[in-house]
């Protein structure tokens, strides 16, 4: 579980020079939808030029409480207490489902896209 920060940050900081000249997909599974939420923390964690050439895909994802660690669930019953949006503060304590194998056909279809040369 990652709270807030893409743990791929350093990582790409590293080899920015590498990855500038290439198209980059980058996807995100989670249960914040796409939104100025996760674009903030994208932004906090990505090079600013990277941010603005990627192909950003929000995936929806599913999380299970009985599968995480105690500080995990410590971590989510805080963090619901502090989320203003009930619906999500719930989600958090008692876990959600949003796959749908289905949403990752837009990144399939970039995917195709480049690899057409279009």
Known sequence: MIYHRLPIALWLRRNAAAIDSKPVIFFTVSGAPAGAKLDGWIAGSLPPGLVTRMDHFALLGRQDPNELTRYDRVMLII????NRDRKAASEELHGFD???????????????????GA
């Open 79 to 82: 963090g619901s207490l502090m």
């Open 98 to 116: 949003f796959m749908d194998k289905d949403s990752i056909a837009p990144v399939l279809d970039r995917i195709r896209t480049l690899q057409s």
